[in-house]
């Protein structure tokens, strides 16, 4: 490949003449912007140990009191960007929040599409768009973009959660902000129970729903024994994963992030593809050690790793005799809407 020119070929003051007019020379950059073959990527493959996160996250329950924080998060940073970027990585965000017994995050709603996964504790709910959104472990909890949300919490133990936002790319867009709201009144009705039977869908008065989004709680035990049936169905299929969707279109259950759930069968080893997307990990329960771009992470029950895209993943599932379960979020929908979605296999 031909070597361009660099910015130091050229007299300093036609670089000058041209910088005061707001110009730039491309071929100087020419390469950094358009690499060969793989994009230059920051995202960093990086591990947070939930144990390590945990009591840092309790001590900001101490030090800062819920009226100061609004929501109470420790960020999950990939190095690689930054840490004052505060990005896992190009599209994803991801924050551990803490909600104390008898704490109120307050009614808001805002442009990026959130989502929580239920990592500990009993007894607190998201109030989304006026359903009331019981949090368990392992659940998982659509904010879409535009839908008012607030967090409360009757229980008697902390409870936490993981929050996967859209949120460095649509700040990226210069389209991110929120607006402050009213406490919500609680509509009866769990849409959760709706959409509980596969293939079948609520139609009164031969009315199907209109909501963008019909669906905002996926309870874990539903996701677990779908896996657990796919698993029994096909005692030789190796790729157990399920989609979290919207079950009245059937496309992804939000517009930027694509949610998954993973089950690794006793002592397997999985090969996910070299895919274009950055993806995240979970360990809703078990323990798994996942490998991905010459880096290697033994994962805990609630540890979370984010590796970057065009790269191959290997998880391992380390327990012998029972089977892990993952969560998974990656960069897909927003991949394919704009049409550079690969798939290197
Ligand atoms: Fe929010």
């Known amino acids: 490949m031909n070597d361009l020119g660099r910015l130091e070929d050229l007299p300093p003051d036609y670089v000058q003449a041209l910088r005061d007019v707001n110009l730039v020379p491309l071929w100087p950059s020419l390469r950094g912007v358009l ?3 793989i994009p230059t990527r920051q995202t960093r493959a990086t591990h947070w140990p939930y144990q390590t996160l945990r009591p840092l996250l309790l001590k900001a329950g101490e030090l800062t009191p819920i009226e100061k924080a609004e929501r109470r998060v420790l960020v999950l940073a990939n190095p690689g960007h930054g840490l004052e970027k505060m990005q896992a990585s190009a599209a994803m965000y991801l924050g551990m929040q803490l909600l104390m017994p008898g704490e109120w995050a307050p009614s808001h709603r805002h442009t990026p599409n959130a989502v929580r996964m239920i990592v500990e504790g009993e007894g607190a709910y998201t109030t989304v768009d006026g359903e009331k959104c019981p949090m368990r472990r392992g659940d998982l909890i659509l904010t879409p973009t535009g839908l008012w949300h607030e967090h409360g919490h009757d229980g008697t133990d902390p409870v936490i959660w993981l ?5 460095p790319l649509v700040h990226y867009m210069e389209a991110s902000y929120h607006v402050n709201g009213e406490r919500q009144t609680i ?4 849409g959760s129970t709706r959409y509980v039977r596969s293939g079948l869908l609520p ?3 031969f009315q199907r729903s209109a909501k963008a989004y019909p669906m905002l709680r996926y309870p874990w035990q539903d996701a677990r024994a779908a896996l657990e049936a796919m698993a029994r169905d096909d005692a030789g299929l ?3 994963q399920v989609s979290y969707i919207n079950p009245e279109t059937g496309g992804d259950a939000e517009n930027i992030l694509g949610f998954y759930a993973l089950m690794l069968r006793p002592g397997q080893t999985l090969r996910l593809p ?3 997307p950055a993806q995240v990990f979970h360990v809703i329960e078990g323990q798994v050690a996942a490998t991905s771009a010459g880096s290697s992470f033994h ?4 540890d979370t ?5 065009y790269e191959a993943v290997t998880l391992t599932n380390l327990w012998a005799s029972q089977p892990s379960f993952l969560f998974m979020a990656d960069e897909s929908p927003l991949h394919r809407k704009l049409g550079v979605y690969e798939d290197r296999g």
């Open 35 to 37: 690499p060969p073959n």
């Open 163 to 167: 929050d996967v936002l859209d949120l």
């Open 187 to 190: 509509l009866p009705g769990q």
């Open 203 to 205: 139609s009164p008065v």
């Open 238 to 240: 190796a790729h157990l």
């Open 274 to 276: 070299a895919r274009s």
């Open 299 to 302: 994962m805990a029950e609630a």
């Open 305 to 309: 790793c984010c590796t970057p895209g």
